[in-house]
C-alpha cells in the first residue's frame, strides 16, 4: 500500500500513467537514487541499495526484500524503456526532418518545372560581356519584353483580335534593366515598339528556319527568332551585352500584378481609353483623374494604354511609372524577406515567365530579385531611347536619333550612372607603369563589319598607321572576328601589367577605360569596332548627348508624384 499509495505524488514527482501516454519518466530522473523519502527507503539500515552480498538489509544468505529486489527489476525495466524511446524519438525525428527536406525540394523542383525556358540568342549576337571591376563584379543586363501573343484562350481574353490567333507575337514592350557592377543603381531604357531596327540573321527553331538580316520595326523581331532575336537586335543596336531576357504575356501580367499587389499610378484627367474611327481597338482603361492602386486586369489595361496617353513612347512612361511603383511597394512591405510573399510571388513568377535557359532556376530568379533589394530607389532611373521620325514612315514609325542614342548606350556599356552621380568610389589605385610604346606589340584587327554593313576596306592598316605615328612601332596587322563595339584586349594571364599596357594603347587613340577588357587573346589586341569605321583616333562623344536624361522621358523611382496627361479624346 506504501508503495502504492505514493507513485506520482510528493517529492518523487512522476508523472501517472506516463508509459500509457509514451513518454519515459527515467529521462526525469538523475543517476543517483530518487527521493530519499521514498517508502523503500524509509525502513532501510542506513546501507547504501545494492550493498553487501544480497543487496539488502537482511541478515546474509537470506533472501531480499520483496522492496529491493522490485526496485532494481523496475530500474532495468525503465532502462530499457528508457532506450526504446529514446530510439522511437529519434526515429521519428529523422523521419520528420527527412520528410521536412524531401517536402521542400519537392516544391523547389515543383516551382523549377513551372519555368519555361527558351534560348538566350538566336545566333546573331556578337557583343563581349563587360570585364569585372576591381573588386570582380560585373554589371547585369537583362531584357524584359511583353509579348502580345494571343496563341491562348485567356490570352484572347484579355487582348481581343482574336483573329490574330497562331499568328507570330510581337514584342510590344521592350526593356533593358541595367544593374551597376557596384549594384549601387540600375538604370531601364525602353526602346519603342515602333522604331526601325536593323535585326540581324535569327535562327527560328520552332519552325526550323533562319530568318536573314532585315531592317523592320523592332517588335517584328519576336516572330523571327523568338525573345534570342529580340535579345540579338537590342546587341546589334547597342553594343552592350545582354545576360538574360525575361519574357511574359498579358495573362503573365495579370497574375504577376495581383501576386505583388498591384501598383500606384496616376492621371491627370479622366481616362477612358476606348475604340475610335481613326483609332480601332484600345485597352479600355477607365480610370477617374487623381491616384489610383492598379492589380489584375486593370493593371494590364494601363500597361497597354498607347492612345489616350498620345503615343506609344507616353506608354513607355506609363510603364516606367508602373515599375517604379512595384518596387517602391516591395521596398516598403519588406516583400523581399518576407519568405510568405516571396513563396507566393515565385509560384506566380514560375508560371508566368518565360526565361532564357541560363536564368531558368527558382535560385537564379531569386538571387536576380535580390539584385534590387538595396538600391535606393532615387538611383533608379527610367527613361525612352531618344529617336528621331522615320524618314521613310515619319507619322507611325521612329528612328534612334543616332548621336544622343549612341552616347547612351556608351554609359551603359561602361557601367556609368545615368543620373551622373559617381556613388563616392575612391579613384583606382595605381598599378605598374606601362611599358614602353615602342616595345608593345598590337595586333590590330578589322572588326567593323557588324549590323549588316559590310567591313570598312583597310581599316586595321588605317589604325596601324595612327599607332606606329604615335611610337608604337611593333604594331601589324592580325585576323579575328566582327565586333560591335571596339575594344582593346589584353591576356588574362598578364594581370595588372597587361591592363596597363592595354591602358596605354586606349589612351593614344582616345578610347575610353571601359574599352579594355582581360580576355583569352594570346597578346595585346586591338579590335577596331562598328562603332569607329573611319579616323585615326576614337570618335568623341557629343557633348549635346552628355546628359541622356535631359531631352528624353524619364521618371525617377523617388518620385511619387508622376501623373500621366490624358489626350484629350479619350477624357470623360
Known amino acids: 500500500m506504501g508503495r502504492n499509495s505514493v507513485r506520482g505524488e510528493g517529492t518523487d514527482g512522476r508523472v501517472g500513467h506516463a508509459d500509457e501516454l509514451g513518454w519515459d ?21 542506513g546501507t547504501a541499495e545494492g550493498s553487501g552480498a544480497s543487496g539488502g538489509s537482511g541478515a546474509p544468505g537470506e533472501p531480499a526484500a520483496s522492496g529491493s529486489g522490485h526496485r532494481r527489476g523496475g530500474r532495468r525495466k525503465r532502462g530499457k524503456r528508457k532506450h526504446r524511446i529514446l530510439r522511437w524519438t529519434a526515429i521519428t525525428l529523422a523521419v520528420l526532418i527527412l520528410g521536412t527536406a524531401t517536402a521542400g525540394y519537392l516544391y523547389y523542383q515543383h516551382l523549377n518545372n513551372n519555368i519555361r525556358k527558351g534560348d538566350r540568342s538566336a545566333g546573331g549576337s556578337d557583343a563581349k560581356k563587360t570585364a569585372p571591376n576591381a573588386d570582380g563584379q560585373t554589371p547585369l543586363n537583362i531584357l524584359l519584353i511583353g509579348s502580345d501573343s494571343r496563341n491562348s484562350d485567356e490570352n484572347v481574353k484579355l487582348g481581343g483580335a482574336k483573329n490574330d490567333r497562331g499568328g507570330d507575337p510581337h514584342a510590344d514592350v521592350q526593356m533593358l534593366l541595367h544593374v551597376s557592377a557596384d549594384r549601387k543603381n540600375a538604370s531601364v531604357v525602353s526602346i519603342p515598339r515602333d522604331t526601325r531596327v536593323d535585326v540581324p540573321e535569327c535562327k527560328d527553331t520552332a519552325k526550323n528556319k533562319v530568318n536573314p538580316p532585315t531592317n523592320a520595326i523592332i517588335n517584328e523581331a519576336l516572330g523571327r527568332g523568338g525573345a534570342g532575336c529580340v535579345l540579338d537586335t537590342w546587341e546589334k543596336l547597342t553594343g552592350i551585352y545582354i545576360d538574360h531576357w525575361m519574357m511574359v504575356d498579358f495573362a503573365g501580367v495579370v497574375a504577376i500584378s495581383d501576386a505583388v499587389g498591384g501598383a500606384d499610378v496616376c492621371v491627370k484627367q479622366n481616362i477612358d481609353d476606348h475604340p475610335t474611327k481613326l483609332q480601332p481597338g484600345g485597352s479600355h482603361l477607365h480610370l477617374t483623374a487623381g491616384n489610383h492602386t492598379v492589380k489584375g486586369e486593370q493593371a494590364l489595361q494601363w500597361l497597354r494604354t498607347r492612345h489616350a496617353f498620345g503615343s506609344d513612347i507616353g506608354r513607355s512612361q506609363a ?131 557588324t549590323g549588316g554593313r559590310v567591313a570598312a576596306k583597310g581599316r586595321a592598316t588605317e589604325v596601324v598607321n595612327a599607332l606606329k605615328a604615335k611610337g608604337f612601332k611593333k604594331a601589324d596587322t592580325g585576323s579575328g572576328s566582327p565586333a560591335s563595339t571596339s575594344e582593346v584586349d589584353y591576356p588574362k594571364a598578364a594581370g595588372a601589367q597587361g591592363k596597363a599596357d592595354a591602358e596605354s594603347v586606349a589612351t593614344a587613340l582616345g578610347l575610353p577605360a571601359s574599352a579594355v577588357k582581360a580576355s583569352d587573346v594570346k597578346g595585346l589586341t586591338l579590335v577596331v569596332g562598328g562603332d569607329w569605321r573611319t579616323g585615326d583616333s576614337y570618335p568623341k562623344q557629343d557633348p549635346k548627348a552628355s546628359d541622356p536624361l535631359k531631352d528624353t522621358e524619364s521618371v525617377n523611382g523617388a518620385d511619387k508624384g508622376a501623373c500621366m496627361d490624358v489626350y484629350a479624346p479619350y477624357r470623360f
Not at 519518466?25 to 539500515?45: H, I, V
Not at 531618344?386 to 542614342?405: I, M, N, S, T
Not at 595605381?430 to 563589319?449: E, M, Q
Open 25 to 45: 519518466e527515467s529521462l526525469y530522473e538523475g543517476d543517483a537514487p530518487r527521493g530519499s523519502n521514498s517508502p523503500e527507503k524509509s525502513g532501510s539500515s
Open 319 to 449: 510603364q516606367h511609372m508602373y515599375m517604379n511603383s512595384v518596387i517602391r511597394n516591395l521596398k516598403d512591405q519588406n516583400a523581399f524577406t518576407d519568405t510568405g510573399r516571396l513563396m507566393d510571388i515565385a509560384e506566380t513568377a514560375t508560371k508566368s515567365l518565360q526565361v532564357s535557359s541560363e536564368l531558368g532556376t527558382v535560385k537564379k530568379l531569386f538571387d536576380l530579385g535580390m539584385e534590387l533589394k538595396n538600391i535606393p530607389m532615387d538611383r533608379i532611373n527610367m527613361l525612352t531611347m531618344p529617336r528621331l521620325p522615320d524618314p521613310k514612315d515619319p507619322e507611325a514609325h521612329v528612328v534612334p536619333d543616332k548621336a544622343k542614342a549612341d552616347a547612351l548606350w556608351a554609359l551603359l556599356r561602361d557601367d556609368k550612372p545615368l543620373d551622373g552621380k559617381d556613388d563616392g568610389k575612391p579613384a583606382p589605385s595605381k598599378g605598374p607603369a606601362a611599358a614602353s610604346a615602342d616595345s608593345l606589340a598590337v595586333t590590330v584587327v578589322n572588326g567593323t563589319g
